[in-house]
């Protein structure tokens, strides 16, 4: 994809001596919304993972905003502009919200942009201000979800990554969370999406993405997705 704020190329990780990514190539544009859909071990997490710097490519390139960030460590790619929310949340639950929130808060927004602030995400996510000074170990699972979109709202991203963030939640608490990530489209935010709750996954998706076996095997956009059974059949199992 020309112009793409982040592109992977030939792509291979593994975590012993099997290859779980074998060459994955995406895109994910400024501004709108990628979402990458597969069956469970199809490797989306390890995506997340090997773009963030958790996970060294064994081979390929990744890049964004135009800098190679391949095989950098993770705190420079959060820096340069990447906000992660991992599937387990990664909340510190000795540290109280607000705690929780200030200890990832760094960055600012970039020229014309709106800096994200502790009032910006108190105003996004209410709840998190009335239990700004409890534990983090004592919120909910919705709660903990808002917490880590928050604290990585906080890094100030030019893309988001979300892996799995409606897992276990209840589906009053799945449509707040969608709401939100509208929001956050809204103000030009690229999200890159792992999701296994299919409706959820396209209900804001500008483009998707099928992985299967450790590659990409159809990439598009959500309305040519729609249309592609042979796809969904293979691919998800639908």
Do not use: C
């Amino acid at each position: 994809m020309s112009g793409a704020l982040l592109q992977l190329e030939q792509v291979r990780a593994s975590y012993g001596s099997g290859d779980v990514l074998q060459g994955v190539s995406l895109a994910a544009a400024a501004g709108r919304v990628l979402s990458l859909l597969g069956r469970n071990g199809a490797g989306k997490t390890t995506v997340l993972k090997t773009i963030m710097g958790v996970l060294a490519p064994r081979a390929g390139s990744i890049r964004f905003a135009g800098n190679d960030i391949t095989g950098a460590p993770p705190h420079r790619i959060a820096r340069a502009g990447l906000g992660y929310v991992p599937e387990t949340r990664g909340i510190f639950p000795s540290l109280s919200v607000l705690e929780n929130l200030t200890v990832a808060a760094r960055g600012a927004a970039e020229a014309g942009g709106e800096a994200w602030t502790l009032d910006r995400v108190f105003a996004l996510f209410p709840r998190l201000h009335e239990r700004r000074h409890g534990g983090g170990g004592r919120l909910s699972g919705g709660e903990q979800q808002m917490l880590a979109i928050g604290r990585a709202l906080l890094t100030n991203p030019r893309l988001l990554l979300l892996d799995e963030p409606t897992e276990g939640l209840a589906p009053i608490i799945v449509d707040g969370i969608e709401q939100i990530l509208r929001q956050l489209k809204s103000t030009g935010l690229a999200i890159l999406l792992v999701e296994q709750n299919l409706p959820f996954a396209l209900a804001f998706a500008d483009e998707v993405a099928v992985l299967g076996k450790g590659q990409v095997r159809w990439s598009g956009t959500a309305a040519e997705f729609a249309a592609a059974e042979a796809v969904k059949h293979r691919w998800l199992g639908l």
